[in-house]
C-alpha cells in the first residue's frame, strides 16, 4: 500500500506563513504528478495546488496564487506547500495526494491520499 504523510500543520495567525510536507513511500511508488486539497468547515473539498514531477509545472487555485508555492522533491517523493499571507479562509484541514494520470485539477484525479493536516489561522 501507497501512504503519504502529511505534516507542518498548525496554528498560525493572520499574515503568517506555514510550510506542510508530504512524503509518499509504498512498494513500487510511482507518480506522475502530487497536489494538495482542502476541506473548510462546511464547505467542498477544493483544488489547492499540484506539481508534475516529469518538467516540475505547476497549478495553482486562483484563491492561492501569488500565496502559495508548491514545490517537490521527486528523489524522495515529497512534496512541499509554502504558505504565505495566511488569511482566515484559508483555514481547513489540508490533504495532499498523488496521481499517476495525466490529470490533476479534480480530486478524482488522484489515486492516493494523506490523513490531512489541519491548519488553522486566526484573525
Known amino acids: 500500500q501507497v501512504q503519504l504523510v502529511e505534516s507542518g500543520g498548525g496554528l498560525v495567525q493572520a499574515g503568517g506563513s506555514l510550510r506542510l510536507s508530504c512524503a509518499a513511500s509504498?512498494?513500487?511508488?510511482?507518480?506522475?504528478?502530487m497536489g494538495w486539497f482542502r476541506q473548510a468547515p462546511g464547505k467542498e473539498r477544493e483544488f489547492v495546488a499540484a506539481?508534475?514531477?516529469?518538467?516540475?509545472?505547476?497549478y495553482y487555485a486562483d484563491s492561492v496564487k501569488g500565496r502559495f508555492a508548491i514545490s517537490g522533491d521527486n528523489a524522495k517523493n515529497t512534496v512541499y506547500l509554502q504558505m504565505n499571507s495566511l488569511k482566515p479562509e484559508d483555514t481547513a484541514v489540508y490533504y495532499c495526494?498523488?496521481?499517476?494520470?495525466?490529470?490533476?485539477?479534480?480530486?478524482?484525479?488522484?489515486?492516493?491520499w494523506g490523513q490531512g493536516t489541519q491548519v488553522t489561522v486566526s484573525s
Open positions: 495526494a498523488a496521481t499517476t494520470s495525466y490529470y490533476y485539477y479534480r480530486g478524482t484525479d488522484y489515486d492516493y
Open positions: 509504498g512498494r513500487s511508488f510511482s507518480s506522475r504528478a
Open positions: 506539481i508534475k514531477w516529469s518538467g516540475g509545472n505547476t
